[in-house]
């Protein structure tokens, strides 16, 4: 019988990073040693109190049955975290668990828009905003971050019929892949002309908690009519260094809440509950080691950066994220500089034409090495340039 898989597949593609992972085995069955810069998967342990409320629920038979719902402790968590971290009060029916944001965005599309409807993203962009706008056959406007405007949105630039025909928006500041931070007049502004052509906001709030030089990481539900326009995912995996345990949290307009909760409910039977005890664990326990993570973070970026600077990349400092976004050195192309840095040093980054055709002239490194390897690294890489 001849297999013919679903013409949706047709949309997507492995391309870059099949390419990139593929020249990764080689260089490793060749005997090359391999800095792998192009994942951003902490390096840093989880908390010593999240492991043992994991390791305490895992010997509970109890904890092994459906969970269904997120329990009453995490939803009290998380208002008191709200309330404590961002100052902003919200409701335990204004919230929903997810198994990471990649999950939960990558299913929001379908529970929010149909077919025809329009989709605003970032382009450069995370990859599975655009994945999941097309699982729902919307229809997608790529809005440019460009270095001229800081990388913030130009909204002025997106047609008034595209906005009135927009079902909701993405924005994601400290933002992966470029590195910026967003100020909040952005998102006022934003919020404004949502309330005016209609649409939503969708807010991935993953990096609150990596950004640099004093800036305030803040949530998006915190700024004056947000809630009434939009809701945004918290997640615990960069934050907590908890990637593996898939907690994230959409949390807003009510009716947001609702559309996804009844679309998760037709496949999904809750979060683990020995994850939901590492996520009350995360919320109610201390932050000091999360608020010395971020230190680091920065640590990493000014010994990469400045680093390079040193070198003779001119390279700009990322204002957040575990990420930097760098321009590539004059006479290559994204995939062609990455290409000959792992052919001559063995370092693996992410060309920027994987989030997007605006990405080309750019690379993204994440953060994943001590300052002082990071510093190597600059090093070494200055050898080639």
């Known amino acids: 019988m001849d297999f013919k898989r679903a013409d949706r597949l047709n949309k997507f593609q492995t391309g870059i990073f099949a390419a990139m992972d593929e020249k990764k085995e080689q260089l490793i069955a060749s005997g090359r040693q391999v800095i792998n810069l192009s994942i951003g998967t902490p390096d840093f342990k989880p908390p010593a109190h999240i492991m043992k409320a994991v390791s305490e629920a895992s010997l509970d038979p109890a904890n092994y049955r459906y969970s269904l719902t997120d329990t009453p402790e995490v939803l009290d968590a998380l208002v ?13 029916d204004e919230i929903t668990g997810v198994h990471g944001t990649q999950e939960g965005m990558g299913h929001l599309a379908m529970a929010l828009a149909d077919p025809g409807d329009i989709i605003l993203l970032p382009d450069p962009g ?17 809005y440019g971050l460009e270095e001229k405007n800081h990388f913030l949105p130009d909204m002025e630039s997106v047609p008034e019929d595209v906005l009135r025909r927009a079902k ?5 500041y400290p933002s992966n892949p470029v ?9 006022l502004h934003t919020i404004e002309l949502a309330r005016k052509y209609g649409f939503f906001i969708i807010n991935d709030n993953a990096y609150s908690d990596i950004i640099f030089d004093g800036r305030e990481g803040f949530s998006f539900l915190s700024l004056p009519g947000a809630r009434e326009v939009g809701a945004e995912f918290f997640s615990l995996s960069k934050s907590f260094n908890l990637t593996g345990l898939r ?17 998760r409910s037709q496949y999904d039977f809750g979060i683990p509950y020995p994850a939901q005890k590492a996520a009350v664990a995360a919320l109610t326990g201390p932050l000091d080691e999360i608020r010395a993570q971020c230190q680091e973070y920065q640590r990493r970026r000014d010994a990469l950066c400045g680093g390079l600077r040193k070198a003779g990349w001119d390279v700009p400092d990322s ?17 062609s500089f990455i290409e000959e840095l792992m052919d001559k040093t063995g370092i693996i980054g992410t060309p920027g034409t994987a989030f997007g055709p605006r990405g080309e002239g750019y690379i993204r490194f994440a953060l994943v090495r001590p300052a002082e390897e990071m510093a190597e690294i600059a090093a070494r890489i200055g050898e080639i340039l």
């Open 80 to 92: 008191s975290y709200y309330r404590d971290r961002y100052q902003t009060e919200i409701r335990p």
């Open 126 to 142: 995370y990859p599975i905003y655009e994945a999941g706008a097309l699982l729902a056959d919307a229809e997608i406007y790529f």
């Open 168 to 172: 909701f928006i993405v924005l994601s």
């Open 179 to 187: 590195g910026a931070a967003a100020p909040k007049e952005m998102y």
């Open 247 to 263: 907690l994230s949290y959409l949390i807003g307009n009510k009716e947001i809440i609702d559309a996804l909760k009844l679309l």
């Open 319 to 335: 204002d957040g994220t575990m990420f930097v976004w760098l321009p590539v050195p004059d006479g290559y192309t994204s995939v």
